[in-house]
């Protein structure tokens, strides 16, 4: 008789579709859960892709919300990005972001695997200078400026003024908010 665990671990799809290395940033290394960035913390991971990747529902579940995530209005340096919050059918948050176009909307229903939408290019290297933060700087100087930004929750995510952008200020996390790194892990290589 199989395990749930087994059972969940082949059912469950890695978030970009064709992505063969599924490197996931360790803790302290840039794009990891609450990375320290010095006035903010990390509130997912970061998956560096090529703008256009096609990103994939890791699990089933229902689309609760689909929205801007970052912009040029926001900060001068980002670019229009968009989010997708997923209730999986475990319980659990995903939200998909930093997104160039999503292919969803609310109260779509998800396979695992199915299409959410497509990696996007977050960062402006035209608009980031010396006086922008050192982690923005040093993705620009790694030529990561597209990626896939990951958050998991318990519960639905309220919103906050201390969250932007994929990090929150102050010293009190987002309500409910997970460490994705061991779910990814328990996903199956192909």
Known sequence: MRSVQAEAEDRLAWPLSGDRKRWVPSPGEPGSFAEDRKDRRHSGVDLYAPAGSEVVSIDEGLVIEVGPFTSPRMIPYWNETFYVLVENDSGLFVKYAELEATVVNPGHRLSSGDPVGRVGS???????????????????????????????????????????????FGEEEPKGLLDPTELLATIKKE
């Open 122 to 168: 977050v960062l402006n290297p035209a608009k980031i200078d010396e006086d922008s933060p050192a982690y923005i700087r040093d993705l620009i100087e790694r030529e990561r400026p597209s990626m896939l930004h990951l958050e998991l929750y318990s519960s639905r995510p309220e919103p906050s003024q201390r969250y932007r952008g994929g990090n929150w």
